[in-house]
């Protein structure tokens, strides 16, 4: 999904008839809550069956036999990241990571700062110039008066 999370997606037929909670666990097998999941990281989900639909369905895996526990789906590795896209941190369907565009987002920033700072010492420059000329024209001028 946009949040960078997989979500397991049912037909239609099952709207408001199964209810799904996801469980996390990180890549040493501990189990992290969704809010605790980190950017750049890699984690599984797992779809598990709650309530009422416990008892009613059953996960079935691509072969078509029904999953080793039938209340929780197959176990699904992902690397989450929050950028809005899926994973996907331009948009533009290429995959580029969310590190990646951080990365290019810190290295712009720095370019326009060394910019920035490069076009204020030329003009520092520039008026400490204009200001020893002005002092020279004065200096003739008064020799000249002289």
Do not use: C, H
């Not at 040493?28 to 416990?54: C, H, P, R, W």
């Not at 929780?72 to 590190?99: C, H, K, T, V």
């Amino acid at each position: 999904t946009a949040d960078g999370k997989p979500t397991l997606k049912l037909p239609t037929e099952y709207d408001g008839k199964v209810e799904i909670e996801y469980e996390y666990r990180d890549a040493a097998g501990n189990v992290v809550a969704e809010d605790q999941l980190q950017a750049g990281q890699t984690y599984t989900v797992i779809a598990k069956l709650k309530g009422d639909s416990a008892g009613n369905y059953v996960f079935v895996a691509d072969d078509g036999q029904v999953t080793e526990t039938p209340t929780q789906s197959a176990p699904y590795e992902f690397d989450f990241a929050i950028d809005g896209n899926g994973g996907d941190a331009n948009g533009n369907g290429d995959g580029a990571s969310l590190a990646t565009a951080r990365w290019f987002q810190i290295a712009v920033f720095a370019a326009l700062g060394m910019m920035g700072a490069m076009t204020l010492l030329l003009l520092i420059i520039a008026v400490q110039v204009g200001g020893i000329r002005a002092i020279r024209k004065r200096q003739e001028r008064k020799n000249r008066e002289q």
